[in-house]
């Protein structure tokens, strides 16, 4: 059973930065992507949005909201995938998932950022909340 644990989340003054780390444990497949997706409070996490991910050769997307202010990366060799985040804003609180799409084909960013949302698998989620 694949399992993604997440951490880092937590509760930040606006302006204020967060890293998120995603560990992927028990995968055995090569093609992967991981991402970043998050959930408003009061709506489910299919009516969340997908904030980030990366595809082949580190090809990293964002969604708009959020260029410019975070940042993701990956360590393949740990199967972790990271969210740096700053200049955080109050409507950046959610509970943010890690994701993992496996697919066989060779996906740009923007096309895992796209699939986000037909997920795999999706970890637990971690509560991020900014205050004004």
């Known amino acids: 059973q694949i399992k993604l644990v997440e951490s880092g989340g937590g509760s930040v003054r606006a302006g204020g930065s967060l890293r998120l780390s995603c560990a992927a444990s028990?995968?055995?497949?090569?093609?992967?992507?991981m991402g970043w997706w998050r959930q408003i409070a009061g709506k489910n996490r299919e009516g969340g949005e997908a904030?980030?991910?990366?595809?082949?050769?580190?090809?990293?997307a964002y969604t708009d909201s959020v260029k410019g202010r975070f940042t993701i990366s990956q360590d393949n060799a740990k199967d972790t995938v990271y969210l740096e985040m700053n200049s955080l804003e109050p409507e950046d609180s959610a509970m943010y998932y890690c994701a993992l799409v496996h697919r066989r084909q060779r996906l740009t960013g923007m096309q895992v950022l796209a699939q986000m949302g037909q997920s795999d698998y999706w970890g637990q989620g971690t509560q991020v909340t900014v205050s004004s």
């Open positions: 028990r995968w055995t497949h090569t093609t992967y992507y």
């Open positions: 904030v980030a991910a990366i595809g082949v050769d580190d090809d990293p």
